[in-house]
């Protein structure tokens, strides 16, 4: 069976890690969240998967290639051309143009097909979503998952009737104006017959321009409301609550990756640690080949990624720090995230750590640093620090 992960966008809400990772490889725990998806989609079936790609599109395809080792094939929709400079530039089509161009360049979407967005962490039971699909006689079944009233205003809501039909919809309504709890998780179920409601060669959404036409049209169009795991990483606090919530456990289908060297603390190979000397408190993940010097102060839940240093009196609580990250003497991170040169807080706003004389205490571990300044590290943790 065949389906489609859409993966062209440019993921600016997840910024700054999205300035060199496209989303679909934004890592769970050292697991691009793409890569859970197509195990998604192979254990219901879906075996052929067309992917469009636009920024960063080198490395969705460098990573995935053409699906064997994940056991399902795999091709790409490049959404760009090249540039007098010789690099990609990208120009995506929207989620429904995407879909037009490939059945456009040889019909592919030849019987019904999932589409999946690549920016989410899901647990669905798709083979029952396709059957009951198939069972309503839909052209086009959007996967709908219930919230709170209270949390609607963060959503597009879709509104149906007593039949499951869709009548309308409400983008971020409210809470006195939604008509509904049931939200737009980004999984669709489609007959081919849908991409006929699509124009060639221009952009076209999805959800802002195909489904309205649908509804417009009176086409056969439903909504399949359904309990499942469901972790959207659109932006940077959702990437955060992702991580801790696989860490807590409280995310089932995401295993923490590594040994369990102590209760709740798990780590990859060859870190270098004297767990007498520093005190940790779990869940936390740490990645191999990173060094933890005497002293530090590792509070749970927090990931540190491979081939970090985290030197003497650092503190590490409730944050996220990715590879290659060096803590200098003295900092202490309290609900942040390292990404390269940005330090970003759990509401997304970052810190250029380079350009504002903070790379002193957060850099590149593999940088070679000049003979440290003890005082002028510690006013410049003091500047760090001021907020956390």
């Known amino acids: 069976m065949k389906a489609m992960i859409l993966a062209a966008g440019k993921g600016t809400r997840v910024r700054p890690i999205t300035y060199t990772i496209p989303k679909p490889l934004i890592p769970i725990l050292q697991k691009p969240v793409m890569e859970f998806l197509l195990e998604l989609l192979r254990q219901h079936g879906f075996d052929q998967i067309m992917v469009n790609v636009s920024h960063l599109a080198e490395e969705i395809e460098s990573y995935f290639r053409d699906g064997q080792r994940f056991g399902v094939q795999i091709a790409y929709s490049c959404e760009g051309y090249i540039g007098e400079d010789g690099k990609l530039v990208g120009e995506a089509l929207g989620s429904a143009g995407g879909i037009k161009r490939i059945q456009d360049f040889h019909p592919f979407f030849d019987d019904t097909f999932v589409v999946l967005c690549g920016d989410a962490l899901i647990d669905l039971d798709l083979t029952a979503a396709v059957k009951w699909h198939k069972e309503k006689g839909s052209i086009a079944t959007i996967i709908t998952k219930s919230v709170s009233k209270e949390e609607v205003s963060s959503y597009g809501v879709v509104v149906t009737d007593d039949d499951d039909r869709i009548k309308s919809f409400q983008e971020k309504p409210s809470v006195e104006e939604a008509l509904s709890t049931k939200i737009n998780t980004g999984i669709y179920i489609f007959e081919p017959e849908v991409i006929d409601y699509i124009p060639s060669n221009q952009k076209y959404d999805i959800g802002g321009d195909l489904f309205p036409k649908l509804v417009e049209k009176n086409a056969p169009f439903y909504a399949l409301n359904m309990d499942f795991e469901w972790v959207d990483i659109g932006k940077v606090p959702d990437y955060w609550h992702a991580i801790r919530g696989v860490l807590k456990r409280e995310i089932k289908n995401v295993a923490i990756p590594g040994i369990e060297v102590k209760p709740g603390i798990f780590t990859g190979i060859n870190v270098a640690v004297n767990w007498d000397k520093v005190e940790v408190s779990g869940p936390i993940y740490i990645g191999g080949m990173t060094k933890i010097e005497d002293g530090a102060k590792i509070i749970g839940p927090s990931m540190i990624g491979p081939n970090c240093w985290i030197c003497s009196g650092a503190t590490v609580e409730n944050s996220v720090i990715f590879e290659y990250s060096r803590l200098g003497p003295g900092v202490r991170l309290v609900d942040k995230l390292v990404f390269g040169r940005y330090c970003v807080d759990k509401t997304g706003a ?25 005082q002028s590290l510690k006013a410049i943790a003091d500047l760090l620090n001021q907020g956390s």
Do not use: K
């Open 350 to 374: 970052a810190i250029d750590v380079q350009a504002a004389a903070l790379d002193w205490l957060i850099t590149d571990a593999r940088q070679i640093l000049p003979q440290e300044n003890s």
